[in-house]
């Protein structure tokens, strides 16, 4: 398979993936929307307030009435009722900041457009209008021109979700990232953050493939691409020819050495991850990864001195410690084992590794004779499965 | 392990005898006579049954001290299935096949003159287990199912009778390995069957979205495997819920015997897939406990569960005390149990070296066999992924695979080359010495196409293959301890994958001429036999009185 097709075929699962994710995200800013409706419900008070004082008594009328009418989320009465405001105060920018909203609550954002431009033709300081318009437009699809009214208002998140729409990776970033700070783990922001940051590597990569095609950078994307795609053989054909070109590169030994790891071929993986931590020798990854590949190859000394050495460089790395007390239990070493592993627990509380570690030190303490002690880590493990199993 | 001089020189002597020849030691042969297909009839549909038969069995059917050949076949599925199912099993196409082996190495086929033509319409075949249940000196035929089990009784005269209804072991369900053992040493063959799950074609699954795949065992209910007393009569009682053996239901696929913890009753242990594995201690009073966590041989070093499929259970550092292999699926390793002693197991996978040659794999029938009589028993599993598509989902996996031959060093497992570079889905193995020559032979069974049949070249280092006899014991002597020269054997014909293995006792004895041979039998007797001499066939008959 050639670069073209890898591409190409990886492009359009990306872009039917994101055909998909972009339907979500509408989904996804009605529903800022509707967070942010009720904000500004509250915030506009005031000025719907002050507008009833400044209009026609006929048309304070019709205004009342759409607000009695939003209170009992009647909203097609409300829609109704602000255009009849509109009609009879057609200078109002207030109104029509009003019908837009309505429109907005009664989920039709399509009908929102037009009397949010019409207010901000009549006051383009209008903030609220702005802010409505912005988000109207995006659930709309209309990103681009959602852009400058949601900045113009420093709404971050859903002008992040405009960026990354619109192609605008980096800025996206930079805005989810600002909005996540004010609401941290906000589930939609993660996402969206998440994607922005996938689509920048790819733009990256694409970049650089379009560029340099014959580099050995290329030739290190095409192989972690053809690595997360699992296809093992063309990704070693990719790594040693990026080895060939520049084989001091850090990380290209490594990524190599996985690659035969993935495929069960450890004494390749050693050999790879042997040549990295001799490049690197400050490299905790490279030595850990070096000392998993001789302990899968029963060269539990050997592997040993590696984790060992991992974890001098990188301390109370969870993978390091359970494989070095692994390595320390089928050395007949029980005291480092339990060493490792109690350190492992120590951060380690309730993940896999965790529940991994448990059942480890069940069987050092069954082997030892000490049964309460086994039984006891029995317990845990089977508690944590129980709650990590799906 | 450090070698002693006398384990080096022990060796530089035996690769002089063997020759320095980098050959297989095996070979692919296809013996004249054979032309059995596996028919698993696969579907769009992806039913489940459709990617796991079938069985194999070694045995001398007619006592003419050649073994004989007995294949399951899948049926024709069709797709959709409607009800009631039929799998057209009175068709020829998907007929069990029985081959009668010649003086000159081909085969005859007789299944329908042995009246093992017509499995029933509504049976897909799965496996197949060998006992001579009624002690009567010929051996009887069990085949497993997805439908009704039957059993067959070996009239003597070259003709089997369908006895499963007097018998009462029709089971049901899903049944998939199946063994004879004496779990109660009354002298009489009892019979375990594995089941998979609680399935039918009406119930299927289609798995893995745009791409259709067979759906993982998680995705429909455990099922109970089931356990048969055999009351002597020629008949059986199910005692599965009264020996505790339903108590603990599973996705049963492999099933093996053997005494672990040395107490003389003869243990079960049962590959399950998905899931964790079950050892059934024999409590000795009719009853088993499943102790397979808390010996340590029901998980993986790290807590993981394993795809078990086939399962070997005999000794592979002649410690004295039978270990378990259990063969899984890929991104897995095949699960090495080594028995501890003091009913403890051990995962071994990384210092036999096992977990290295079986990371990107999927095992099926297994056994641990001395293929180079060495005196220490070698690897062998048949290899093919589950899902016919797998490439489409990871192509770093393969759905066709070559078999795996790897050669023990002191406990150390070495891939070596099986005698084909065949490419193939295979499923149920059986182990014997189909030419009588003191080299252990195998058959695999393939998905969709002919078996494998792998004759074992041969060479310089002596043998001594063992039949038992028994009188107070069951006939066969199954569930027999017997040591040559510090190997250990247990006698059985179950282990593997729907399979069933010679019932002879084969030992690689290197450069000795001459062995030391200690039998214990199920009835407790103990026999010792000194100075042996190599190369034969031998006949060990229990003693009759205490």
Same mark, same amino acid.
């Given at each position: 398979?050639?670069?073209?097709?890898?591409?190409?075929?990886?492009?359009?699962?990306?872009?039917?993936?994101?055909?998909?994710?972009?339907?979500?995200m509408?989904v996804?800013?009605?529903?800022?929307?509707?967070?942010f409706?009720i904000?500004?419900?509250?915030?506009?008070?005031?000025i719907?307030?002050?507008?009833?004082?400044?209009?026609?008594?006929?048309?304070?009328q019709? !205004?009342?009435?759409?607000r009695a009418?939003?209170?009992?989320?009647?909203?097609?009465?409300?829609v109704?009722?602000?255009?009849?405001?509109?009609?009879?105060?057609?200078?109002s920018?207030?109104?029509?900041?009003?019908?837009?909203?309505s429109?907005m609550?009664?989920h039709?954002?399509a009908a929102?457009?037009?009397?949010?431009?019409?207010?901000?033709?009549?006051?383009s300081?209008?903030?609220?209008?702005?802010?409505l318009l912005?988000?109207?437009?995006?659930?709309?699809?209309?990103?681009?021109e959602?852009?400058?009214h949601?900045?113009?208002?420093?709404?971050?998140g859903a002008?992040?979700?405009?960026?990354?729409?619109?192609?605008?990776?980096?800025d996206?970033?930079?805005n989810?990232?600002?909005?996540?700070?004010?609401?941290?783990?906000?589930p939609?922001?993660? =996402? =969206?953050?998440?994607?922005?940051?996938?689509?920048?590597?790819?733009?990256s990569?694409?970049?650089?493939?379009?560029?340099y095609?014959?580099?050995s950078?290329?030739?290190?994307a095409?192989?972690?691409?053809?690595f997360?795609?699992r296809?093992?053989?063309?990704?070693?054909?990719?790594?040693?020819?990026?080895?060939?070109a520049?084989?001091d590169t850090?990380n290209?030994?490594?990524?190599?050495?996985?690659?035969?790891a993935?495929?069960?071929? !450890?004494?390749?993986?050693?050999?790879?991850?042997r040549?990295?931590?001799?490049l690197q020798?400050?490299?905790?990854?490279?030595?850990y990864?070096?000392?998993?590949?001789?302990?899968?190859?029963?060269?539990?000394?050997?592997?040993?001195?590696?984790?060992?050495?991992?974890?001098?460089?990188?301390?109370?790395?969870?993978?390091?410690?359970?494989?070095?007390?692994?390595?320390?239990?089928?050395?007949?070493?029980?005291a480092?084992?339990e060493k490792?592993?109690?350190?492992?627990?120590?951060?380690?509380?309730?993940?896999?590794?965790?529940?991994?570690?448990?059942?480890?030190?069940?069987?050092?303490?069954?082997?030892?004779?000490?049964?309460?002690?086994?039984?006891?880590?029995?317990q845990?493990?089977q508690?944590?499965?129980?709650?990590?199993?799906? | 392990?450090?070698?002693?001089l006398?384990?080096? &020189?022990?060796?530089?002597?035996?690769?002089a005898?063997?020759?320095?020849?980098?050959?297989?030691l095996?070979e692919?042969?296809?013996?004249r *006579? %054979?032309?059995?297909?596996?028919?698993?009839?696969?579907?769009?549909?992806?039913?489940l049954?459709?990617?796991?038969?079938?069985?194999?069995?070694?045995?001398?059917?007619?006592n $003419?001290g050649?073994?004989d %050949?007995?294949? +399951?076949?899948?049926?024709?599925?069709?797709?959709?299935?409607?009800t009631?199912?039929?799998?057209?099993?009175?068709?020829?196409?998907?007929?069990?096949?029985?081959?009668?082996?010649?003086?000159?190495?081909?085969?005859?086929?007789?299944?329908?003159?042995?009246g093992l033509?017509?499995?029933?319409?509504?049976n897909?075949?799965?496996?197949?287990?060998?006992?001579?249940? $009624?002690?009567?000196?010929f051996?009887?035929?069990?085949?497993t199912?997805?439908?009704?089990?039957?059993?067959?009784?070996?009239?003597g005269?070259?003709?089997?009778?369908?006895?499963?209804?007097?018998?009462?072991?029709?089971?049901?369900g899903?049944?998939?390995?199946?063994?004879?053992?004496d779990?109660?040493?009354?002298?009489?063959?009892?019979?375990?069957?594995?089941? #998979?799950?609680e399935?039918?074609?009406?119930?299927s699954?289609?798995?893995?979205?745009?791409?259709?795949?067979?759906?993982?065992?998680?995705e429909?209910?455990r099922?109970?495997?089931?356990?048969y007393?055999?009351?002597?009569?020629?008949?059986?009682?199910?005692?599965?819920e009264?020996?505790? %053996?339903?108590?603990?239901?599973?996705?049963g696929?492999?099933?093996a015997?053997?005494? #672990?913890?040395?107490?003389?009753?003869?243990? %079960?242990?049962?590959?399950?897939?998905?899931m964790?594995?079950?050892?059934l201690?024999n409590?000795?009073? *009719?009853?088993?406990?499943?102790?397979?966590?808390?010996?340590g041989?029901?998980?993986?070093?790290?807590?993981?569960?394993?795809?078990?499929?086939?399962?070997?259970?005999?000794?592979?550092?002649?410690?004295?005390?039978? $270990?378990?292999?259990?063969?899984?699926?890929?991104r897995?390793?095949?699960g090495?149990?080594?028995?501890?002693?003091?009913?403890?197991f051990?995962?071994?996978?990384?210092?036999?070296?096992?977990?290295?040659?079986? *990371?990107?794999t999927?095992?099926?029938? +297994?056994?641990?066999?001395d293929?180079?009589?060495?005196?220490?028993?070698?690897?062998?599993? &048949?290899q093919?992924?589950v899902?016919?598509n797998?490439?489409?989902?990871?192509?770093?996996?393969?759905?066709l695979?070559?078999? /795996? /031959?790897?050669?023990?060093?002191d406990?150390?497992?070495?891939?070596?080359d099986?005698? @084909?570079?065949?490419?193939? &889905?295979?499923r149920?193995?059986?182990?014997?010495? /189909?030419?009588?020559?003191?080299w252990i032979?195998?058959?695999?069974?393939?998905l969709?196409?002919?078996?494998?049949?792998?004759?074992?070249?041969?060479?310089? &280092?002596?043998w001594? @293959?063992?039949?038992?006899?028994?009188?107070?014991?069951?006939r066969?002597g199954?569930?027999?301890?017997?040591q040559?020269?510090?190997?250990?054997?247990?006698?059985?014909t179950?282990?593997?994958?729907?399979?069933a293995?010679?019932?002879?006792?084969?030992?690689?004895?290197?450069?000795?001429?001459t062995?030391?041979?200690e039998?214990?039998?199920?009835?407790?007797s103990?026999?010792?036999?000194?100075? +042996?001499?190599?190369?034969?066939f031998?006949?060990?008959?229990?003693?009759?009185?205490?």
């Amino acid at each position: 398979m050639n670069q073209e097709t890898i591409f190409g075929t990886r492009a359009s699962c990306l872009w039917a993936i994101s055909r998909v994710r972009i339907r979500r995200m509408r989904v996804g800013a009605k529903g800022f929307c509707f967070v942010f409706i009720i904000w500004i419900a509250m915030q506009s008070f005031a000025i719907q307030s002050a507008v009833a004082q400044t209009i026609s008594p006929e048309a304070t009328q019709h !205004w009342n009435a759409a607000r009695a009418a939003e209170t009992q989320k009647d909203f097609k009465t409300a829609v109704s009722e602000y255009s009849k405001v509109t009609e009879l105060e057609p200078n109002s920018a207030a109104g029509f900041v009003s019908l837009g909203q309505s429109c907005m609550e009664a989920h039709d954002f399509a009908a929102a457009l037009s009397p949010l431009k019409r207010a901000l033709q009549l006051d383009s300081t209008l903030l609220a209008a702005h802010q409505l318009l912005g988000y109207a437009l995006l659930a709309q699809g209309y990103a681009a021109e959602s852009i400058p009214h949601l900045a113009r208002v420093h709404e971050e998140g859903a002008l992040g979700i405009a960026q990354l729409e619109t192609g605008q990776f980096a800025d996206a970033i930079k805005n989810l990232q600002a909005a996540l700070q004010k609401r941290p783990n906000d589930p939609d922001l993660l =996402y =969206y953050l998440g994607r922005a940051a996938g689509l920048l590597s790819k733009q990256s990569v694409d970049t650089l493939l379009a560029a340099y095609p014959k580099s050995s950078r290329a030739d290190q994307a095409m192989a972690e691409n053809y690595f997360v795609l699992r296809q093992m053989d063309e990704a070693q054909k990719q790594y040693e020819l990026a080895l060939q070109a520049r084989p001091d590169t850090p990380n290209l030994h490594l990524e190599l050495g996985q690659v035969f790891a993935m495929t069960s071929r !450890w004494p390749q993986a050693e050999e790879q991850f042997r040549a990295e931590y001799k490049l690197q020798p400050g490299n905790a990854e490279a030595a850990y990864r070096l000392g998993d590949a001789l302990l899968h190859e029963g060269k539990t000394h050997e592997a040993r001195v590696a984790l060992e050495r991992s974890n001098e460089l990188q301390p109370q790395m969870p993978e390091t410690l359970y494989s070095l007390g692994k390595a320390a239990s089928l050395e007949g070493d029980a005291a480092v084992a339990e060493k490792s592993w109690l350190a492992l627990l120590s951060s380690e509380k309730e993940s896999e590794l965790a529940a991994q570690t448990h059942f480890a030190l069940a069987a050092l303490y069954r082997k030892q004779g000490n049964t309460a002690q086994a039984d006891k880590e029995m317990q845990e493990f089977q508690k944590l499965k129980g709650s990590t199993q799906p | 392990m450090t070698k002693t001089l006398l384990q080096v &020189a022990r060796g530089l002597a035996l690769v002089a005898l063997l020759g320095a020849s980098t050959s297989s030691l095996l070979e692919t042969a296809s013996p004249r *006579g %054979i032309d059995f297909i596996l028919q698993n009839s696969p579907t769009p549909q992806k039913y489940l049954i459709e990617t796991m038969p079938g069985g194999v069995a070694l045995l001398d059917y007619n006592n $003419d001290g050649l073994l004989d %050949i007995f294949f +399951v076949n899948g049926g024709r599925i069709s797709h959709p299935m409607t009800t009631p199912e039929n799998f057209d099993r009175h068709n020829p196409k998907y007929w069990n096949r029985l081959y009668r082996q010649n003086r000159d190495g081909s085969f005859t086929d007789v299944t329908e003159q042995a009246g093992l033509a017509n499995a029933g319409d509504g049976n897909y075949g799965m496996g197949v287990a060998v006992g001579d249940y $009624d002690n009567d000196g010929f051996p009887d035929l069990y085949v497993t199912s997805y439908g009704k089990n039957v059993l067959y009784h070996n009239n003597g005269n070259g003709t089997f009778t369908d006895v499963t209804a007097k018998a009462g072991v029709a089971a049901g369900g899903w049944s998939v390995s199946a063994g004879f053992f004496d779990y109660d040493n009354d002298g009489k063959l009892d019979l375990f069957v594995t089941r #998979y799950m609680e399935w039918d074609t009406q119930h299927s699954k289609d798995c893995g979205g745009n791409f259709h795949t067979y759906c993982p065992p998680g995705e429909f209910p455990r099922t109970t495997n089931i356990l048969y007393h055999n009351r002597g009569d020629g008949t059986f009682e199910d005692v599965s819920e009264t020996s505790g %053996i339903a108590a603990k239901k599973g996705h049963g696929l492999g099933v093996a015997f053997a005494d #672990y913890d040395g107490d003389g009753l003869t243990d %079960i242990y049962v590959a399950n897939d998905g899931m964790q594995q079950y050892l059934l201690h024999n409590n000795g009073n *009719g009853t088993f406990k499943e102790v397979g966590l808390e010996a340590g041989a029901a998980l993986n070093s790290d807590g993981g569960p394993l795809s078990g499929m086939g399962v070997v259970f005999q000794d592979y550092d002649n410690d004295g005390r039978p $270990d378990i292999i259990v063969t899984t699926l890929p991104r897995q390793t095949y699960g090495v149990f080594h028995n501890d002693g003091h009913g403890a197991f051990s995962d071994r996978g990384l210092q036999t070296g096992i977990s290295m040659l079986s *990371g990107v794999t999927a095992g099926w029938g +297994v056994g641990l066999e001395d293929f180079d009589n060495d005196g220490q028993k070698d690897l062998f599993v &048949a290899q093919g992924h589950v899902l016919d598509n797998v490439e489409k989902i990871d192509p770093s996996l393969h759905y066709l695979e070559p078999s /795996l /031959l790897a050669l023990n060093h002191d406990g150390r497992f070495e891939s070596v080359d099986p005698g @084909t570079r065949a490419m193939v &889905a295979a499923r149920g193995t059986a182990f014997g010495d /189909l030419n009588n020559d003191g080299w252990i032979d195998a058959v695999t069974t393939v998905l969709g196409s002919h078996p494998q049949v792998f004759m074992n070249r041969g060479g310089g &280092a002596h043998w001594l @293959t063992i039949a038992l006899r028994g009188t107070r014991s069951n006939r066969d002597g199954l569930g027999a301890r017997v040591q040559v020269n510090g190997q250990t054997r247990f006698a059985t014909t179950a282990g593997s994958y729907e399979s069933a293995n010679d019932k002879r006792l084969h030992f690689g004895l290197g450069t000795t001429k001459t062995a030391r041979v200690e039998v214990t039998w199920p009835s407790g007797s103990h026999q010792v036999l000194n100075d +042996v001499p190599a190369d034969q066939f031998l006949e060990v008959r229990e003693p009759e009185h205490p």
